[in-house]
């Protein structure tokens, strides 16, 4: 895939409304914003990129922070008119963080769905070490069951469907995986154990952990910084719910997108 080619961007929505920037998480793909684009925040625009390393999107290094905020940039360049609430997915969430950081005249607010950012270096690797040893599967079934067996399990059947439709590929070796980069992968597991960073005081926050993820991503200390940090512009909300926020409660979180707009 060419380095040089922008992100793969989906849009969704109205064209001509109030944008939001949507970020999936890692091993996600922006078409996974597709159904609240059609339903929930059908009159808002949504600005959904494949992640580098993800779905149609380049899969070349380097996979930093840096370069997925460069990225982004670019894509704000494009389809942006102006400042745009982000809604962000665990890894996406604190790609978030880095781009409110860089670009913050661009930010109206962030929507961090449990945020996976400064997590413990030993989870990180541990995860990224089965990310490499075990990087596709038998046949969709097995895929499949994975899923609903992991974080997916609260998931409705559409939405499962829909996703394996969309990213999961047939492999040169005659299993299936998922459509993107294994190294992109196991480098942004090293990118979320980094020292968590913050956004810039001042800006509308929400905050959303799930709290059937044990151990959590949101971990006590960043919770805490971020509460100390941005005082009344935060907004924490705790979900009944497993890590993927955005299919398990679309509606509270069209409501929270909401209040930013």
């Not at 607010?109 to 990087?135: N, T, Y």
């Not at 979900?239 to 930013?260: G, I, Q, S």
């Amino acid at each position: 895939m060419n380095a040089m080619r922008g992100l793969h961007t989906h849009l969704f929505g109205t064209p001509g409304g109030p944008e939001v920037l949507a970020l999936h998480g890692l091993t996600g793909h922006g078409r996974r914003w597709e159904s609240l684009g059609a339903d929930q925040l059908r009159d808002t625009r949504i600005v959904a990129p494949d992640l580098r390393g993800h779905g149609r999107s380049p899969w070349t290094p380097p996979w930093g922070f840096d370069t997925h905020v460069d990225d982004l940039v670019r894509v704000l360049d494009r389809h942006a008119t102006g400042p745009v609430v982000v809604v962000a997915h665990s890894f996406g969430g604190a790609v978030a963080v880095h781009l409110a950081r860089a670009v913050p005249e661009r930010i109206r607010g962030l929507v961090l769905l449990d945020p996976a950012i400064g997590l413990e270096p030993e989870l990180s690797g541990r995860i990224a070490g089965l990310v490499a040893q075990f990087p596709d599967y038998t046949d969709a079934a097995e895929a499949r069951s994975e899923k609903v067996h992991g974080s997916w399990g609260d998931v409705p059947t559409d939405a499962l469907d829909a996703d394996l439709a969309e990213h999961l590929i047939a492999l040169p070796n005659g299993r299936v995986g998922w459509r993107m980069s294994i190294p992109a992968v196991v480098a942004s597991w090293g990118e979320m154990a980094r020292g968590f960073v913050l956004p810039p005081r001042g800006l509308p926050t929400v905050l959303v952990q799930a709290q059937r993820v044990q151990p959590p991503y949101v971990t006590p200390a960043f919770r805490a910084a971020l509460t100390g940090h941005l005082g009344p512009d935060l907004t924490v909300v705790d979900l009944d719910c497993d890590h993927m926020v955005p299919h398990a409660a679309p509606d509270e979180v069209a409501a929270l997108v909401r209040k930013l707009l």
